[in-house]
T-cell receptor, first 114, second 113 residues
């Protein structure tokens, strides 16, 4: 079974632009979560989706948004990019949104904002 | 808010030896899960071991075991017979029905041949 895939793997943008990152979960998984990883702040939760509904949202500004499609694929969008948005963005999928469900992580998208 | 603290930014261990990574957490909830994740240099995060708070028995997965002290809010990871492939960042994490995954800052483990 294929793992979680994220596209693109690397991205360079300039301040003020917007970006869309994509995540394809493991087949059969219906829950997708997104995390931002930076050297300073570590790993921080962005959002969690289950069956196209956002279940949880982390403490990030409204410039960060996401959605999930009927095939469980998910996208996150960051508008008006800032230098501080440079990070590794990780996506994780699980069978359901249950607390005890193991989350399987993708390789991440490395976003650099210049 | 729940917090997870890993007080050891870096650790090293000799191959075949045992190492313990520390983790403490703060919560007022009684039902939750604790996890250790490994992130090798390739960046793909993988689950090492998980512990349910209501289970007193410490979880074990092959060479990996935990020491879960609920009253002390402590959740340490012991790696026995360390191997070169164990070198990675290790993250302790907390999750509950009310709280999505909260990670500690991580411990970078080096394995010396």
């Amino acid at each position: 079974k294929a793992g979680v895939t994220q596209t693109p793997r690397y991205l360079i943008k300039t301040r003020g632009q917007q970006v869309t990152l994509s995540c394809s979960p493991i087949s059969g998984h219906r829950s997708v979560s997104w995390y931002q990883q930076t050297p300073g702040q570590g790993l921080q939760f962005l959002f969690e989706y289950f069956s196209e509904t956002q279940r949880n949202k982390g403490n990030f500004p409204g410039r960060f948004s996401g959605r999930q499609f009927s095939n469980s694929r998910s996208e996150m969008n960051v508008s008006t990019l800032e230098l501080g948005d440079s990070a590794l963005y990780l996506c994780a999928s699980s069978l359901t949104a249950g607390v005890n469900n193991e989350q399987f992580f993708g390789p991440g998208t490395r976003l650099t904002v210049l | 808010a729940q917090t997870v603290t890993q007080s050891q930014p870096e650790m090293s261990v000799q191959e075949a030896e045992t190492v313990t990574l520390s983790c403490t957490y703060d919560t007022s909830e009684s039902d939750y899960y604790l996890f250790w994740y490994k992130q090798p240099p390739s960046r793909q995060m993988i689950l090492v071991i998980r512990q349910e708070a209501y289970k007193q028995q410490n979880a074990t997965e092959n060479r990996f075991s935990v020491n879960f002290q609920k009253a002390a809010k402590s959740f340490s990871l012991k790696i026995s017979d360390s191997q070169l492939g164990d070198a990675a960042m290790y993250f302790c994490a907390y999750r509950s029905i009310n709280t999505p995954l909260v990670f500690g800052k991580g411990t970078r483990l080096s394995v010396i041949a």
